[in-house]
């Protein structure tokens, strides 16, 4: 009997000790904020009806806001927000600018969640509003909005339970057109984003 009882007592123990060791792995804080500083760089393609022209469009340093919920300790999700302004050159001379709002939501996964150093990778949507879309000598001139995929990949180190240090990269897939004079021309933005920061998790 008193063998029994032993043996209940170590099992109630290790039961005990597993759900202690499975609360801790799921111990995780939520919802994070975190601000980034990001160099926009523009892999653009322009119709070929316009390479006489060389058409370029300027890469761009903004400061990018991002929330943050994990679902799991391994799984989140980070939507980001940012303006960007690009000028337009026609044969390596300014002719034009515009701006570019490109709201981003991937879905993350950190295999070494809670680790000093935690890489991530990412899929997801992103949708482009062009708008202030200025041509020199041109009064009819647009881009038309995009949806696109996105992916991501990044790394976050700690600092302190709560403040974190981020390296992090996206391509933005961004197929659109511009209309110019009334006639439609292909444009694809497809930009890369590479950006650093501090992130805050609670």
Known sequence: MKKWCGVAAAAAVLVMGAGQLAQAADDYKSFGVRMRAIYVKPD???????????????????????????????FSAELIAGVTRNDIKLNNGFAGSTWLLPPTLTVKYHPLAGSTISPYVGVGLNVIFPFNSKLNGVNDFQIDNSVGWAVQAGTDVKISDSLYFNIDYKYLNADTKATIAGTKYKLDLNPHLIGIGVGYRF
């Open 44 to 74: 653009e393609s322009f119709d070929s009806k316009l390479s006489a022209l060389q058409p370029k469009v300027s890469d761009d340093i903004i400061p990018e806001l991002d929330l943050e919920y994990f679902f799991t300790k391994n």
